[in-house]
């Protein structure tokens, strides 16, 4: 559109991987000289809203974008594919780093993360009011415009066993990326639950088979069950993807939560499962768990689309550990 200081425009977008449109509010704020591989270029300073996020880009005439900083704290400068397919990320640290950049940092510790039975927690900072924090776990005790004080209790296996409702059939359905219908999914399902196990067992079996068998393997891809189920490793997508897979193909309602987890002294952002077993009851087969620690922080439910609105969060969001208990010790 050839904007000049001072223009602004709003464009909608499609994404064609999750199908969904986004509205992008571009401003231009200013001119500026860059030097990129030696040589001076004039741009031209954007500010682009999109997804609840800011990234500030710059632009030359012709189109080209130049340089990038995002929220994450990542500066991207354009470079001759030469120079990007020489970047590789074989380390664990530099994979590491990257983690890190988009982890929410935390004031205070917790002391025994994976025994954690009870946690409050301060949040502030991006979209944090947006989020709906309340759900069977978590309870925002208090909350205003930017921030939220936040209780949350480790998952426990519902007790009852209550018939499948009608309004949980949409958590059997198949998915473009939660392919419960094919066959390979129905296949593996059947052979993993085996015969005259009820909902827990076949919930607890395919935990067991998803933790073991799934490589863990940081992954930049877009998550399919199917996929996870022919190459077998991944992260915390790749396994909660084909974990809900497998479930529905069993029979049992599931679905994809999304939020924080506590590790390394900072929150990491996560997926894991939850099914429905006369109640909704969390769990991780990423790291073993057949319920989730109380660091577990759920922020939404769904797949890919409804996870863009973790842009309005990420690189901006603070916590602060108020308590903890541990087994029944409060600290």
Not at 21 to 41: K, M, P, S, Y
Not at 118 to 143: K, M, P, Y
């Amino acid at each position: 559109a050839r904007l000049k200081p001072g223009q602004e425009l709003r464009v909608k977008t499609l994404d064609p991987v999750t199908m969904t449109t986004a509205d992008v509010h571009v401003r231009a704020i200013g001119r500026e000289t860059l030097t990129l591989a030696g040589r001076e270029q004039e741009a031209t300073v954007l500010e682009v809203d999109v997804q609840g996020m800011r990234v500030r880009a710059w632009m030359d005439a012709e189109g080209r974008m130049l340089k990038q900083d995002t929220p994450f704290g990542w500066t991207l400068e354009s470079c001759t594919s030469d120079e990007a397919l020489a970047l590789t990320f074989d380390s664990a640290e530099d994979g590491a780093d990257m983690l890190r950049a988009v982890a929410v940092p935390v004031q205070g510790e917790i002391s025994d993360p994976r025994e954690c039975r009870r946690l409050t927690l301060r949040l502030n900072g991006g979209a944090v009011s947006s989020v709906a924090w309340n759900t069977g776990r978590q309870q925002a005790v208090s909350s205003n415009d930017s921030e939220v004080v936040l209780t949350v209790k480790a998952a426990e296996i519902p007790a009852s066993r209550g018939p499948i409702q009608d309004d949980l059939r949409q958590y059997l359905a198949a998915t473009p990326f939660i392919q419960s219908d094919h066959p390979d999914i129905v296949k593996r399902a059947r052979a993993i639950v085996g015969d005259g196990v009820d909902r827990v067992g076949a919930v607890r079996a395919i935990h067991r088979w998803v933790f073991r068998k799934v490589k863990k393997q940081p992954t930049v891809s877009m998550p399919s069950a199917l996929d996870v189920l022919r190459h077998m490793e991944g992260d915390c997508n790749e396994h909660t993807y084909l974990f809900v897979a497998l479930a529905r193909a069993a029979g049992i309602p599931a679905k994809v939560v999304v939020g924080l987890v506590y590790t390394r002294g900072a929150f990491y952002y996560h997926a894991w499962p939850a099914v429905y077993v006369g109640g909704w009851w969390e769990l991780d087969p990423t790291l073993g768990q057949e319920a989730v620690d109380a660091t577990h922080v759920a922020i939404l439910e769904g797949e890919v689309a409804d996870q863009l609105k973790l842009l309005g969060l990420m690189g901006q969001l603070k916590a602060e550990v108020v308590s903890e208990e541990n087994g029944g010790t409060h600290d």
